[in-house]
């Protein structure tokens, strides 16, 4: 284990292929599809980080095999299952996949290669989503001690899209519609007192925006992890930024 900084740890796994069967699809909301997968290729499976990524490997309409990055949304190790949740868009392999699935259809996740474990001791924490981020940020919510102040700024295609987390008593959660509503929250707002950490990711141009935004308002980058989940008019993009 390698710590970069005071608290900061970054994990490193090998890196394994699992191959893996739907177990069973539910639909939190119109706009998203959880799949569970199982395996026993899973009982050995790891992610530390609620922002940890895989490598989700499967066959689209076409045949070809195609991969993109997905959040292990939660796992049980012993139940041998791995979940994933992909949020819904246009056009997409992964989204269409997700839309159609079902349970025994087969596919493979590769990784994580590592973790970034980003310590839960800060005085806040601000995490900044769109539908793509969501699920890492339900999960952080899951994990986040249940006293910790704690604000989430959600961007989902609909608000219908809204739902209830399990969180800590304190958190404080806003939903938009927009991408554009989403860079105004955050500009808008003030930060609270004390140290806190940043975590935001999403839509490329609006991270962007959203991470110069906290610059301006002389948040540390050291407190902030801002990451690209995915680009407009782009397949397949990521970019910790
Ligand atoms: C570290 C990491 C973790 C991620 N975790 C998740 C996750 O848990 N759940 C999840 O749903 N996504 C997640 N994503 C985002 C996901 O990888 C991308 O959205 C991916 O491009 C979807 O693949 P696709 O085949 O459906 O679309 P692509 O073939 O990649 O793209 C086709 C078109 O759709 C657009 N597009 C792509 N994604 C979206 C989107 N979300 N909304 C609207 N338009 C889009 C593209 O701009 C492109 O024009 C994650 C990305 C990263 C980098």
């Not at 530390?48 to 991969?67: Q, R, V």
């Not at 001690?145 to 219908?160: A, M, N, R, S």
Request: no cysteine.
């Amino acid at each position: 284990m390698e710590t970069i900084g005071r608290e900061f740890k970054r994990v490193r796994f090998e890196l394994q292929r699992r191959t893996v069967e739907v177990a069973h699809v539910e639909r939190p909301t119109a706009g998203f599809v959880a799949v569970t997968f199982k395996g026993s290729d899973l009982q050995n499976f790891q992610s530390l980080g609620f922002d940890d990524h895989i490598k989700f490997i499967f066959t689209n309409a076409s045949g070809e095999t195609i991969k993109r990055d997905y959040t292990p949304r939660a796992f049980n190790t012993q139940n041998q299952e791995l979940t994933i949740e992909f949020a819904l868009h246009d056009q997409g392999d992964a989204s269409d996949w997700a839309r159609n699935t079902g349970p025994g259809e087969q596919a493979v996740i590769a990784g994580p290669k590592g973790s970034m474990i980003i310590p839960e001791d800060f005085d806040w924490h601000l995490l900044v989503a769109d539908s793509s981020s969501l699920p890492a940020v339900a999960r952080r919510l899951e994990e986040l001690p249940l006293d910790v102040k704690t604000i989430v700024f959600i961007q989902v295609d609909h608000l219908e899209n809204r739902r209830d987390f399990k969180r800590p008593s304190s958190t404080i959660i806003k939903w938009v519609e927009s991408h554009e509503d989403l860079v105004d929250m955050v500009k808008e707002m003030h930060l609270p007192t004390g140290e806190g950490f940043i975590w935001a990711g999403g839509e490329h141009s609006a991270v962007l925006q959203i991470r110069t935004i906290l610059l301006e308002k002389e948040h540390p980058k050291e407190l902030m992890k801002v990451v690209a989940y995915w680009k407009k008019g782009a397949a397949d993009f990521h970019e910790k930024i």
